[in-house]
């Protein structure tokens, strides 16, 4: 995939493409799902988890930033470099939470109790799940007045800069500013959490 077309179909997705999302997904997928099961050495995370499971909750969390304007992507392989982080801190987080819990795998529960997939279509791979308008919506909905107004100038195509300077802060501050509320909205919505 050429920059050119990386940053076309991130800007698809930003304008809420399901197609753009769905070629990205059917680029990315196989690679982030490798990357997960690589780090799933832990047997008992490996009976409350599966890989796919993992790769929805890392696509969702990546669909909903990117329609939020957190990334400036600009090639394939930095694309690809951070759906493997996403994915590696993901593994990290569910190995955590297993150990932390010391879980007794005959009392778990399903994971069909997570608010990605209550928007999420179930019964489809993770290739159907997002840039999904009701999941955006969602996030939307929880940000506040002015985290919401910022996610609508990064949509719109402006950068950092130029958002900083309209609200007489520095870029970093708005970027940061925005990623904490999406960190927030998306622990909220199960997004980014072990379910569980």
């Not at 990117?66 to 569910?94: C, F, H, S």
Request: net charge neutral.
């Amino acid at each position: 995939m050429s920059q050119t077309t990386v940053r076309e179909l991130l800007e698809r997705v930003r304008q809420g493409d399901s197609a753009a999302a769905e070629e990205l997904v059917r680029t990315y997928e196989p690679e982030v799902r490798r990357a997960i099961r690589v780090r799933m050495t832990d047997a008992r995370m490996r009976r409350l988890v599966d890989s796919i499971d993992i790769c929805q909750s890392v696509l969702a969390g990546f669909f909903v930033r990117t329609a939020a304007g957190q990334y400036d992507i600009q090639t394939p392989e930095e694309l690809l470099k951070l759906l493997v982080t996403m994915a590696r801190n993901r593994v990290i987080d569910w190995a955590r939470r297993t150990q932390a819990d010391r879980r007794d795998g005959r009392r778990d529960v399903s994971l069909d109790d997570g608010g990605a997939d209550q928007v999420a279509a179930k019964e489809s791979g993770p290739g159907s799940v997002l840039v999904n308008r009701e999941l955006i919506e969602l996030v939307r909905n929880r940000l506040k007045p002015d985290e919401l107004a910022v996610m609508q100038q990064r949509a719109d195509g402006l950068g950092w800069s130029e958002i900083g300077q309209s609200l007489g802060e520095q870029p970093n501050s708005v970027r940061m500013r925005l990623t904490r509320a999406l960190d927030r909205v998306a622990a909220e919505l199960g997004l980014e959490q072990s379910h569980g």
